[in-house]
């Protein structure tokens, strides 16, 4: 069994003069939570609609569940849980309502899945209130539940966070992530903004006009993304100590070079450079380094450096 979900292989789109994807390999690792970034008109979309089966591409190849031809992967497509251009939802009807109409439609039999699915997306309380008096948030929730109808191994979701206010965001993410631990269920989100999917993602993407620039894990985005004050004294060794005992931390490293990476206190230099020079040191250098996500999603897609 391959560890993997889905695996592109080359995958190209061309549209009349417009290359929406260019040979993009890209891999989402079973049981991750897969962050695709990209600005608008980078080609999630067009990567996710050739994933689900909405449009071929014009080269390479899709293998998703270690399927990649004919009736086989037409079977894979069947795990996959999505909501294509915004959730298809009848606002004159409720949360079960709704579920009770695409259960009939996706032709899966027996009703129990409907109170199971309102209860794992939280909407079991809305009683007679119908979906075009939900909030963006619920409504997604919604989307996300008819999407869970059929019990899908795999959640493939395009930009569901946007256009939601700070609490729906959170709704979301709680949601996914429930899913995702809880249900054991692989996902892939896509988003125009890095920093949505902080505190979510297990793993990311990074596209840009068509090209899958980077992948990375989140430990490798964190590690790429840690702020440090950046010191440089005449008594490395000595400031160790004071940073130890005077600042009651041991969070620094000393660099091979006599360079110290502190990487507490980068909010209050100020704080670090006068117990410094109190104890009689010699600053050559103390500042900040590091950039917050969006700033080095910025840089990686070649935009303005605000780090
Ligand atoms: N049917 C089409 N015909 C021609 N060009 C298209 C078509 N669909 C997409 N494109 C172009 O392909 C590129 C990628 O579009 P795509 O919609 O995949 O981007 P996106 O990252 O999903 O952005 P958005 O968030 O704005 O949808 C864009 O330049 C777009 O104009």
Do not use: W
């Not at 109808?149 to 996914?176: Q, W």
């Amino acid at each position: 069994m391959s560890d993997y979900v889905l695996k592109t292989s080359n995958l190209t789109k061309q549209f009349k003069n417009q290359v929406a994807l260019n040979k993009v390999n890209l891999s989402i690792k079973k049981g991750s939570i897969y962050g695709f970034i990209g600005q608008n008109g980078a080609g999630k979309s067009t990567f996710i609609r050739i994933v689900t089966g909405l449009a071929s591409p014009t080269t390479g190849s899709i293998e998703l569940f270690g399927q990649s031809n004919g009736q086989e992967l037409i079977k894979a497509r069947k795990r996959i849980g999505t909501i294509i251009e915004g959730p298809a939802l009848y606002p004159h009807m409720t949360a079960a309502e709704n579920l009770e109409a695409h259960r009939l439609l996706k032709g899966i039999p027996g009703n129990e899945c409907v109170e199971r699915t309102l209860a794992i997306v939280g909407l079991q309380d809305t009683g007679k209130k119908k979906a075009k008096n939900f909030s963006l948030g619920m409504k997604q929730r919604l989307g996300i539940g008819i999407a869970l109808l059929g019990d899908p191994e795999f959640l493939i979701l395009d930009e569901p966070i946007n256009g939601l206010d700070p609490m729906g965001v959170v709704e979301i993410r709680e949601l996914l992530k429930k899913l995702n631990q809880e249900y054991g269920m692989t996902i892939l989100i896509s988003s125009h903004i890095l920093s949505e999917l902080h505190l979510l993602a297990t793993h990311y993407g990074i596209i840009h006009k068509g090209n899958l620039l980077e992948q990375l894990t989140v430990d490798e985005l964190n590690a790429k993304c840690q702020q440090f004050l950046h010191i440089k004294v005449n008594n490395p060794e000595k400031a160790a100590t004071i940073i130890e005992t005077m600042l009651s931390t041991n969070n620094f490293e000393v660099m091979p070079d006599g360079c110290i990476k502190l990487f507490d206190y980068v909010d209050t230099p100020g704080k670090v450079s006068s117990i410094l020079v109190n104890e009689g040191l010699v600053i050559e250098q103390l500042m900040p380094i590091g950039q917050d996500l969006e700033s080095y999603f910025m840089n990686r897609i070649g935009g303005i450096h605000r780090g």
